[in-house]
């Protein structure tokens, strides 16, 4: 007789701006998936981007597989653990909350990110109101 904590798919679709030298670009998150313990983020990357892969970050994460679409732009993923890439964990009233952001650094790290976008899973606080890692 286990308790099972499910939440709500959240599947986002957003276009964010960034700023980059060339100008403003578009970077689109396709999708965000919150599983049981685990998440899911697919992005577009702008074809003029594409060489600045290696610069987007969840958390301290960067993306875990990317590929080169057939228009020239790119598909970054990112398929982690809650656990992983410095996600924050907070229960508030009913709900345990996962937090963590989604950043492009063109420049190196001393530098502010050039788009920040918060990321949140949302699942029903587990019975009790304590959590076993």
Known sequence: ????????????????????????LSTCINQVQCE??????????????RQYAARYFLGNCMPSRFNVLPSGEGKAEFNYKLADC?????M?????????????????RSSPAAYVYPIECVYPRPKGGFLLS
Do not use: C, W
């Open 1 to 24: 007789m286990g308790t099972q904590l499910y939440l709500g798919v959240i599947v986002v679709t957003l276009f964010a701006t960034t700023v980059a030298n060339a100008g403003m």
């Open 92 to 108: 508030k009233g009913k709900h345990l909350i996962y937090k963590n952001e989604l950043t492009f650094r063109p420049r190196p």
């Open 36 to 49: 049981k313990d685990s998440i899911s983020i697919t992005l577009t990357i702008p074809s003029r981007l």
């Open 86 to 90: 410095n996600f924050k964990r907070l």
